[in-house]
């Protein structure tokens, strides 16, 4: 399960996003196990997934930033799901281009319902038209991502929504590197 500090981490990394700009307007769960990748190499190929959205949105002149939590469940198996901002203009492009990224990362033809894509509020370029209303969603969003996490920091926290995690290999989340614990300590933001 996700820990205390894991929580916190999640948390403080949405905030800095929407600080610097890069508010988080897209939630993607992306069902690993379903795609034909194992367990043991979820961790691989959502840091390949990540990799390939940064550099697409910076082809077309944008920064990026994302968290991703790593869940195991029955009837789902491996999976995750990411929150990251990507500009609305651009959403065109990621969904073009993700499922042929599935097949290169998996090595198998993409089967139906293995990504899952949708803007943060329901609406694209909602965090501009109205920043207040994507903020609740995001809140709701984030909740959601935050389920995985333990007794400890559900209380912490004031988390309602729990689900067991289940097992995963190798980190459980994380963040891009622009809005991680060291970007928010040195006050920078440059990196994605």
Known sequence: SLSAAQVSNLIAATEHASAIGLPLTRMITVHWESAGVVLADMARATGRFTD?????LARHGSRTAWLWVHENGSG????????????ADLVPA??????????SISGKPYRARVIHS???????????????????NLEAALAYFLKGAGREAASCFGLERLE?????????????????????????????
């Open 164 to 192: 067991p995690g289940g097992r995963v290999i190798g980190k459980r989340c994380g963040t891009s590197q622009n809005i991680g614990a060291k970007a928010r300590k040195s006050g920078t933001s440059d990196c994605i």
């Open 94 to 103: 990621l969904s073009a281009l993700q499922r042929g990224w599935l097949r």
């Open 76 to 87: 789902k198996g491996g999976h995750c799901h990411l929150l990251a901002h990507v500009p």
């Open 118 to 136: 949708k803007p943060i509020g329901g609406r694209l370029g909602l965090e501009a038209g109205n920043p207040e209303l994507h903020a609740i």
């Open 52 to 56: 390939l959205m940064a550099k697409l």
